[in-house]
């Protein structure tokens, strides 16, 4: 079976930086993903981490240690519009199974 | 700008009636998945298909939904007859692997049986 734990919310102040973590326990690893999802829209694809170590992409980066069955989501530079949930997702089996998901409410 | 499309993208139906939800997944992917997503239980996916072969059905309630891919271009959801429990949105997601396992959602159906 698959157990992706990841906090409920975070709150940060626009400019600042938040990181949300994510830990996993699955019966096989193919991967983290990490999406995005807006009120009332489809998640939207963010990152993808295979390998150990950090992968950085603009203002957001994910990093990825297997033996810890742990992942972050860095988000720099927050912006009103990263208000959203971030779901991680791991790819056990050729199939993601997702977490709850972190409501992140971006403050002026 | 390829997209996976979904149709219809809302539904209001009453309890027992048959729900078809239809999915386009994006050209050239090979495969396709269906997940509900509720405030209580999340994204859970529901079925996936690879090469149109159905490969893991297994989230899904078995007496009332059916899931198949009639041509590549084409996915398919059905619920008959449909439950108020039913109420959810319904994503259809496609990806292509090798070599990665993105994979890119549609703007989803909200089900609601009354």
């Known amino acids: 079976g698959q157990n992706i734990d990841q906090p409920t919310e975070m709150t940060a102040t626009e400019g600042a930086i938040v990181q949300i973590n994510c830990t996993y326990q699955t019966s096989g690893f193919n991967g983290l993903f990490w999406y995005q999802q807006h009120a009332g829209e489809a998640p939207t694809f963010l990152s993808y981490?295979?390998?150990?170590g950090l992968e950085e992409k603009g203002r957001f980066s994910s990093f990825l240690s297997r033996s810890k069955g742990y992942s972050y989501l860095l988000l720099k530079e927050l912006q009103m519009k990263d208000s959203a949930s971030y779901l991680c997702?791991?790819?056990?089996?050729?199939?993601?199974?997702f977490g709850a998901g972190t409501t992140v409410t971006v403050r002026a | 700008d390829a997209r996976v499309t979904q149709t219809p993208r809302h539904k209001v139906t009453e309890m027992g009636q048959e729900v078809t939800m239809r999915c386009q997944p994006i050209?050239?992917?090979?495969?396709v998945f269906w997940y509900r997503q509720t405030m209580m239980q999340g994204l859970e996916l529901l079925a996936y298909?690879?090469?149109?072969?159905?490969?893991?059905d297994s989230g899904m309630p078995k007496d009332r939904f059916s899931a198949e891919m009639p041509d590549a271009t084409l996915a398919t959801l059905k619920i008959q007859p449909s439950e108020p429990r039913d109420s959810a949105v319904y994503f259809c997601?496609?990806?292509?692997?090798?070599?990665?396992?993105?994979?890119?959602f549609g703007p989803g159906t909200r089900l609601t049986v009354l």
């Open positions: 050209l050239g992917h090979n495969t």
């Open positions: 981490n295979v390998l150990d």
């Open positions: 997702a791991v790819n056990g089996d050729y199939k993601l199974s």
């Open positions: 997601a496609s990806g292509l692997r090798p070599p990665g396992d993105t994979q890119y």
């Open positions: 298909f690879r090469n149109r072969a159905p490969l893991d």
